[in-house]
C-alpha cells in the first residue's frame, strides 16, 4: 500500500530558530502534497498545499513566509518553520494521494506526524 | 471553501452499545467522504470511506451512509469495544487524486465503558 514517511517524528527547538521537517511518498508519485497542523484536541487544519515544481498554495491566516514549503521532486515536499515562537509548537502532519489516476481512489495517505515543542 | 460540521463532540456508550457520529457539509461539489480514527499522537487511520455514487457502504462492524441531497453523512459503529475509545474525524473532498483538498470535521471524542 502507499506509505509517507515523515521526519522528524518529534523536535524540540528554540525559539527564534528554524526547524525543518520532511514528507516523502515511498511507493507512489504525488504531484500534490498537503501540510496541517492540529493543536491539543482540535483537528486537522490545512496550511497549505504543496503543488510539485511549483509555488505552494496557503490557506487563509497561514503566513507564507513563516512556513516555508519545498515541493522540489515528485516524492518529496518539505516544511519549514521559520523563526519558531512556542505558538508554533504543534502537531504537523503530511498527507498525499498517488498521482496515477487509479491509484489515487485508494485515498489520502498521511505521514506519521512531527511533535513540534519551541522553548 | 469547504466547511464540515460534526457532532457530537463527545461520545460515551456501553460496550456492545452502538454509536453514531453525524457530519455535514457545505461545498456541493464534494463527493468523497472518508472517516478517520485518531488515537492520540498518532497520525489518522482511514476506518471507511464512501463517495457520491452510493447511499452506503458497511465493513463488518463499521457502516457510513451518505445523503447527497441533505449534504450530511453518518458513521455508525456496532458491538463497541472498549479499543474502540478514540477520536475520529469525518472528512470531504471533490475527489482523490491532484489537488483536492480534504477539510475535517471537529472530532469526536468516543469513550466506550466496559
Known amino acids: 500500500g502507499a506509505v509517507v514517511s515523515q521526519h522528524p517524528s518529534w523536535v524540540i527547538c528554540k525559539s527564534g530558530t528554524s526547524v525543518k521537517i520532511e514528507c516523502r511518498s515511498l511507493?507512489?508519485?504525488?504531484?500534490?502534497m498537503f501540510w496541517y497542523r492540529q493543536f491539543p484536541k482540535q483537528s486537522l487544519m490545512l496550511m497549505a498545499t504543496?503543488?510539485?515544481?511549483?509555488?505552494?498554495?496557503?490557506e487563509q491566516g497561514v503566513e507564507k513566509d513563516k512556513f516555508l514549503i519545498n515541493h522540489a521532486s515528485l516524492t518529496l515536499s518539505t516544511l519549514t518553520v521559520t523563526s519558531a515562537h512556542p505558538e508554533d509548537s504543534s502537531f504537523y502532519i503530511c498527507?498525499?494521494?498517488?498521482?496515477?489516476?487509479?491509484?489515487?481512489?485508494?485515498?489520502?495517505?498521511f505521514g506519521s506526524g512531527t511533535r513540534l515543542t519551541v522553548v | 471553501g469547504e466547511n464540515v460540521e460534526q457532532h457530537p463532540s463527545t461520545l460515551s456508550v456501553q460496550e456492545g452499545d452502538s454509536a453514531v457520529i453525524k457530519c455535514t457539509y457545505s461545498?456541493?461539489?464534494?463527493?468523497?467522504f472518508p472517516w478517520y480514527k485518531q488515537e492520540l499522537g498518532k497520525r489518522p487511520q482511514l476506518i471507511i470511506d464512501?463517495?457520491?455514487?452510493?447511499g452506503e457502504k458497511k465493513d463488518q462492524r463499521i457502516a457510513v451512509t451518505l445523503n447527497k441531497t441533505a449534504k450530511h453523512f453518518s458513521l455508525h459503529i456496532t458491538e463497541t469495544q472498549p479499543e474502540d475509545s478514540a477520536v475520529y474525524f469525518c472528512?470531504?473532498?471533490?475527489?482523490?487524486?491532484?489537488?483536492?483538498?480534504?477539510?475535517f470535521g471537529t472530532g469526536t471524542q468516543l469513550k466506550v465503558e466496559l
Open positions: 498527507s498525499a494521494s498517488d498521482t496515477d489516476r487509479a491509484r489515487a481512489n485508494y485515498g489520502y495517505t
Open positions: 511507493d507512489f508519485q504525488a504531484t500534490t
Open positions: 504543496s503543488n510539485e515544481g511549483s509555488k505552494a498554495t496557503y
Open positions: 461545498d456541493s461539489a464534494s463527493n468523497y
Open positions: 464512501i463517495r457520491s455514487n452510493v
Open positions: 472528512a470531504a473532498s471533490r475527489g482523490t487524486g491532484g489537488g483536492n483538498k480534504l477539510t
